[in-house]
């Protein structure tokens, strides 16, 4: 099972948004999902499923003894696609207790399905940071601007740090300069990790050695969420720029999603996006990116290589400039109703983009076909 944590540092930029759109359509290219609300206290993903009012969910679970973990999971309406909700009801589920985190983390992972899907709340409890490393391929979602780029690149720096507090042993020479820093009360923005690294590597080989081995399993991907334009892409190169300068951390671009108006239309009409308007570029660019992520499932998520990961600037780069020239509902607005010739242009280029995408999962089946029967004629 693939665990696919979703989480961003600043709120509001479309980790429920993308979590609730990627978990269909994965279900609806025959994986099978679960997707969790762990943004305790604030869960609102039950509503962008077009589900209403949860009776339980994790904070019933957590407090009450004579629930299983099996009874809070919910079916929904999309086949391959179970829902295991939060709790808004219940108020300071958003502090889990160290074993209630644990608890939590063994349930979900005894689960069985292709992919888990958790929508992490906001910010950088350690509760979303130890949710966020429960999983060595989290999502980070960010918005173009400064604050919600910087919120992420802060996010990860947590989950660094974090990442350190919890190998290094309390009585090494690293975990107690850690401990000193904390008691110093030095605050994480004026870190330098680099630095932080040497000193460790000087005084603490062994600590040092051990968090190399860590980070290997660490590698969080981005999303690129609410562009406006495609000079807006370039932001992810700059983010990568800094976590890999000042965290050594490189990570995989998944992709980039423009900000679509046809999203508020879907709310309102309760119904997720990628089921209102599949064929909007908004669902579009979530389906790029669930082909991605089945992809790499039938890849065993291996990790692409310094190239790989610098490819996945590239092609993101590029779908910014597609997604841009095909924004056709931008064009529809600009264009008068009236132009029917526009207007069949537009549809045209609509049905074309849907048509891509059959083609697309087409061509990834009989890929995959092929390198089945290729496989099976080797072992003959
Ligand atoms: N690409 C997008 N286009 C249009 N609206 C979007 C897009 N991404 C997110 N939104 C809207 O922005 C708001 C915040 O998104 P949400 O997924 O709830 O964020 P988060 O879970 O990170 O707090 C919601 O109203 C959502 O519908
Ligand atoms: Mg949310």
Do not use: W
Not at 17 to 43: H, M, P, Q, R, W
Not at 166 to 191: C, D, H, N, W
């Amino acid at each position: 099972m693939h665990v696919l944590p979703v989480a961003s540092g600043k709120g509001g930029v479309g980790k429920s948004l993308f979590a609730s759109n990627i978990a269909i359509a994965l279900a609806e290219a025959g994986k099978k999902v679960i997707l969790a609300d762990l943004d305790l206290g604030a869960s609102n993903l039950h509503l962008i499923l077009g589900i209403g009012a949860v009776k339980q969910g994790i904070g019933t679970f957590l407090t009450s003894s004579n629930l299983s973990f099996e009874d809070i999971i919910i079916d929904t309406d999309y086949k391959n696609l179970r829902f295991i909700p939060g709790d808004a009801e219940i108020p300071g589920m958003a502090n889990l207790k160290t074993g209630q985190k644990t608890k939590l983390i063994r349930k979900l992972f005894t689960l069985d399905a292709d992919f888990l899907i958790l929508d992490l709340g906001a910010g950088t409890s350690f509760n979303t940071i130890d949710f966020f490393l429960s999983s060595s391929m989290g999502v980070i979602v960010t918005a173009p601007t400064l604050t919600s780029t910087l919120n992420a690149y802060l996010f990860l720096k947590n989950t660094v740090f974090r990442l350190m507090t919890s190998i290094f042993s309390k009585k090494s020479p690293a975990g107690m300069y850690l401990e000193k820093l904390r008691k110093e009360g030095t605050s994480l923005q004026k870190v330098y990790i680099p630095k932080l690294l040497e000193r460790i590597k000087h005084d603490d080989p062994e600590s040092y050695l051990k968090y190399q081995e860590r980070m290997k399993n660490f590698h969080p991907m981005l999303i690129l969420n609410m562009l406006e334009n495609p000079k807006d892409a370039a932001k992810a190169d700059k983010i990568r720029r800094s976590t890999k300068e000042y965290l050594g951390v490189d990570m995989e671009h998944l992709g980039v999603i423009y900000f679509d108006h046809y999203q508020e239309i879907a709310l309102n009409s309760r119904l997720p996006v990628i089921k209102y308007k599949p064929e909007c570029v908004l669902s579009q660019a979530l389906y790029r990116i669930a082909d991605k992520l089945i992809q790499k499932d039938d890849d065993r998520f291996f990790t692409p290589d310094i190239e790989g990961l610098k490819n996945s600037y590239i092609t993101a780069n590029m779908e910014a400039e597609i997604d841009f020239n095909v924004k056709a509902e931008t064009m529809e607005e600009m264009l008068h109703s009236g132009a029917l010739a526009e207007g069949d242009l537009i549809d045209t280029i609509k049905a074309q983009q849907y048509e891509i995408t059959a083609l697309k999962k087409e061509n990834h089946f009989i890929k995959t076909q092929l390198s089945k029967a290729i496989e099976e004629g080797f072992t003959m």
